[in-house]
């Protein structure tokens, strides 16, 4: 017997080995293995089986027992290979995205003997004798021994004469038991506020009618795809809920998706007090041993509802009954490096696969989604109620320019209008979020002299002043450089700031309300760390803290009812992007932290400070009118035609000259333009808007198409025979349906 294995290789195709007499145990698609390849071995996937093996092909075995490695099931295969053509990427890639290797196999490497005999002198001829008293010695051992600075060197040069040779095994680790525990400790009962008491409420009549849709296709278990377009506070977190708990009755599990787990702890807390043992919780944060347990539970089936960010659409969830993606529109759904893909779309598909509903949750769903469900391939349920009639906050757009207009130089951060509702909002007792999407102090150094901004080395982007820290930060890259005293270019020393970031934000908010708390939430003060994240958010939750600060990380979902004021800054600064999505990103920005205000008894009021008042995202975000903004930016769409109305597909060629990438980009272009015969429009290549990043130069090339069957068919043909002329495709990076085109 023959096993088709699909690997994490470039190459597009399967590949076939021997299946031993001896192996141990069934082997049916689905089961991960090793295999050697090359030289070297790589985890693969069993994908089909087969009697023959091809013709004039040396065909391998499959190496080691692998008994102890998982099987993935048939949905989680037929997903992937969806995936694959999809997404232009190896079936192989997108299996070891959906079940990293790395969570059931440990690689090791050991040292043997080579075939060619002679003796070395010094650490190289130390090395040779203990790898020949010890045949099969680790490298850590040596690493151990020799704790000197070359020893990869000198290893590297052994290997070279064949003096020794590497070989890498795979192992199954053995698991110690832990205890199971949350990615985050779990918020205590007590420590919430009493409006978030997790007991079941009565659902309001618009709720009711949406439970029963969803509850109806659960029953039936039937494919179905929902919008629940719910404005902001109308409570669609008690939908979802109802309808896992619907599909738990019945004996099935639930998958909810969420953009970003490290943002929600306080979902996390109270599904953890809801379901205690049967909720796990999946996301690539987490550590290898964590991920492995949750794994596990979810497989075994003693997971009933599984909480997760993207990656947990391959979950390999047995019994699936039900299927949530909440906020469906945040772009944290798209995965920002290979393999591509978009969680939320691929768990529509995965919904179709299973034969079950699936709920997509959003305040300000994409474009396409409501395209789509004005199409007719979705149903949508509305809640145009907030929850006890609340009403959406009254909105005041403060006209920047004229602001400033007002003082002399440049002006502050905060205006007077904002500073005065600040002031008042705390002393009623009541809190406040502000946001602006934008860290550090300033976002860059400009000499006034001769114009120029200190730029990053490797990336086309200016370095932002860290104030607190004492350095320049790349945004892109994460070089840090020392603070420059004059411009690196003609020796000024008069250097001016550039557009102000949250740190600069909350410098000013303590000059202008003393003694008032405040907490700062972006990636620099919780330096990736999801406790940081969870402890600035209870604090804020528990009124420690009158005021939240930050970049869209306080403009996420979260529902705190003590909230009256939302301030956002600088609302029009993503507008100037040179991206088609531009408008919604800005769009959707404000008027998700505007939902943020007056969710409670009290009503609340939302003032945006900008240069751009009267831009359409910025006028209709804070008033949260979305079907005007529909509306508008849907005709921008068609007439740029761009999706919905289009297929989009962004070719990236990168390399560090210049110019050969630029050939390479245009040899890529040519190829598709020919392929298309004239059906496709092919735009560039042209030099990215980020134009350079990490050193190397970025090419562009835009393709869209009417057909996406017919526009993935000629990209297929296209990269399979670049493949075979061994262009090198590591160079290009390819973004079907890319969430920006920066
Ligand atoms: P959304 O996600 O639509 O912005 P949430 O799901 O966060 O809104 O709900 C807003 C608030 O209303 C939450 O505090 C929630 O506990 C509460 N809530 C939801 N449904 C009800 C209900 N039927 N009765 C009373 N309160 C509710
Ligand atoms: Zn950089």
Redesign the pocket.
């Known amino acids: 017997m023959y096993a088709q294995v699909a690997l994490p290789v470039s190459p597009r195709r399967l590949f076939t080995y021997e299946i031993p007499p001896d192996w141990k145990g069934p082997i049916e698609p689905g089961q991960r293995v090793v295999v050697p390849f090359g030289r070297r071995s790589l985890p693969g996937t069993v994908v089909g089986l087969q009697e023959s093996a091809p013709k004039g092909v040396r065909v391998r075995r499959l190496g080691g027992s692998t008994g102890e490695l998982p099987r993935l099931p048939r949905e989680i295969l037929e997903l992937t290979r969806w995936a694959a053509e999809y997404y232009l990427v190896s079936w192989g890639a997108i299996l070891e995205a959906a079940a990293p290797s790395q969570l059931y196999v440990r690689r090791r490497h050991s040292l043997w003997p080579g075939p060619v005999s002679g003796e070395r002198r010094g650490l190289e001829g130390e090395i040779l004798h203990a790898v020949r008293a010890r045949p099969g010695l680790r490298p850590e051992t040596l690493r151990r021994r020799f704790r000197s600075v070359d020893l990869k060197g000198a290893l590297a040069r052994l290997e070279r004469k064949g003096l020794i040779v590497r070989r890498e095994e795979w192992a199954v680790p053995q698991r110690r038991a832990t205890p199971r525990k949350l990615d985050e400790p779990p918020v205590q009962a007590e420590s919430a506020t009493v409006?978030?008491a997790s007991k079941p409420?009565?659902?309001?009549r618009e709720?009711g009618a949406a439970v029963e849709k969803i509850d109806s296709a659960v029953e039936a278990a039937r494919f179905e795809v929902f919008l629940l377009k719910?404005v902001?506070?109308?409570?669609?977190?008690?939908v979802y809920l109802e309808g896992v708990r619907r599909a738990m009755s019945l004996g099935r599990r639930a998958l909810y998706l969420v953009p970003e787990i490290g943002l929600t702890p306080i979902l996390a807390g109270r599904l953890q007090r809801e379901f205690g043992d049967g909720l796990a919780v999946l996301h690539s944060g987490m550590g290898n041993r964590q991920r492995a347990e949750a794994w596990k539970r979810v497989m075994d089936g003693s997971a009933h509802l599984i909480l997760g960010a993207r990656s947990a659409v391959f979950a390999p969830v047995p019994d699936l009954g039900l299927i949530v993606v909440d906020e469906e529109h945040d772009p944290s759904y798209k995965q920002d490096d290979f393999p591509r893909y978009n969680g939320r779309d691929l768990a529509v598909v995965r919904a179709r696969l299973a034969g079950v509903p699936i709920v997509l949750g959003s305040?300000t769903p994409s474009l396409e989604t409501v395209y789509r469900a004005r199409a007719g391939k979705m149903q949508l349920l509305e809640?145009k109620q907030r929850?006890?009639g609340r009403p959406l906050p009254e909105v005041q757009i403060v006209d920047m320019r004229r602001e400033l207009g007002r003082g002399a130089g440049r002006g502050p951060v905060l205006s007077s209008t904002l500073i005065d509702s600040l002031r008042e909002t705390v002393s009623n007792g009541a809190q406040a979020i502000l946001l602006l999407n934008r860290r550090g102090y300033a976002s860059f150094l400009l000499c006034r002299a001769c114009g120029k901004v200190a730029h990053c080395r490797h990336c086309s982007v200016g370095l932002s002043l860290h104030r607190q820290e004492a350095r320049m930060r790349c945004h892109y890259c994460g070089r840090v450089e020392p603070v420059a005293k004059c411009c690196p270019s003609c020796g000024g020393e008069d250097l001016a700031e550039g557009t102000e970031g949250t740190e600069r934000l909350e410098e000013e908010l303590k000059q202008a309300l003393p003694g008032v708390g405040a907490v700062r939430l972006d990636s620099d003060t919780t330096k990736g760390r999801a406790s940081f994240v969870a402890q600035a958010l209870r604090a804020f939750e528990k009124g420690e803290v009158q005021i939240l600060l930050g970049t869209q990380m306080v403009a996420k979902?979260h529902?705190f009812?003590n909230v009256t004021l939302v301030g956002v800054l600088c609302a029009d600064q993503t507008l100037g992007f040179p991206d088609f999505r531009a408008a919604e990103r800005t769009y959707q920005l404000i008027h998700q932290v505007s939902?943020r205000a007056g969710?409670g008894a009290r009503p609340g009021r939302v003032i945006v400070q900008s240069f751009a008042p009267e831009h359409y995202a910025v006028r209709l975000g804070a008033s949260q009118d979305y079907d005007a903004f529909f509306e508008k930016e849907l005709a921008y769409r068609r007439g740029l035609r761009y999706p919905p109305f289009r297929v989009l597909v962004q070719l990236i060629l990168s390399d560090r000259q210049a110019q050969r990438g630029f050939t390479r980009a245009r040899q890529v272009s040519e190829r598709v333009k020919r392929a298309s015969g004239g059906d496709l429009c092919v735009l560039g290549p042209a030099l990215a808007p980020l134009s350079k990043l990490r050193g190397q130069f970025r090419f562009q090339i835009l393709i869209k198409g009417t057909s996406r069957r017919r526009l993935n068919r000629i990209l297929t043909d296209v990269l399979e025979n670049l493949e075979t002329e061994r262009f090198p495709l590591h160079a290009l990076t390819v973004d079907v349906d890319p969430v920006t085109t920066l």
């Open positions: 409006d978030h409420f009565t659902l309001t709720q719910g902001t506070g109308s409570g669609k977190t008690e305040a809640l929850i006890d979902g529902d009812p939902g969710r």
